[in-house]
Nanobody
Framework: QVQLVESGGGLVQPGGSLRLSCVVS????????MAWYRQAPGNQRELVATIFSGGSTNYPDSVKGRFTISRDNAKKTVYLQLNNLQPEDTAVYYCNAVPGYGFWGQGTQVTVSS
């Protein structure tokens, strides 16, 4: 039974930083590409970062240079470092495999506000 447990969200001021974590249990984690997504109220879920099994990464232009994805295969954990956060980054953040597991975890709320 695969489980996804995201954590690390919170309330930060514009320009602040957060580090999100996602622990994956019950999966062959090391061979899978992993990704972080976010969903703001009224919006579709969007991809914000991808890390492949070999460690290469990919980001959309909207977060490039501000967000950094990393992974620790021994801990079956994927991280997302969020820097220089802006109000438009406010969303629930989720992790998943690529391709996805077919379900989503509970996510972690990131709120950027002064």
């Amino acid at each position: 039974q695969v489980q996804l447990v995201e954590s690390g969200g919170g309330l930060v001021q514009p320009g602040g930083s957060l580090r999100l974590s996602c622990v994956v249990s019950g999966s062959t984690f090391s061979i899978r590409a992993m990704a972080w997504y976010r969903q703001a109220p009224g919006n579709q879920r969007e991809l914000v970062a991808t890390i492949f099994s070999g460690g290469s990464t990919n980001y959309p232009d909207s977060v490039k240079g501000r967000f950094t994805i990393s992974r620790d295969n021994a801990k079956k954990t994927v991280y997302l470092q969020l820097n220089n956060l802006q109000p438009e980054d406010t969303a629930v953040y989720y992790c998943n495999a690529v391709p996805g597991y077919g379900f989503w975890g509970q996510g972690t709320q990131v709120t950027v506000s002064s």
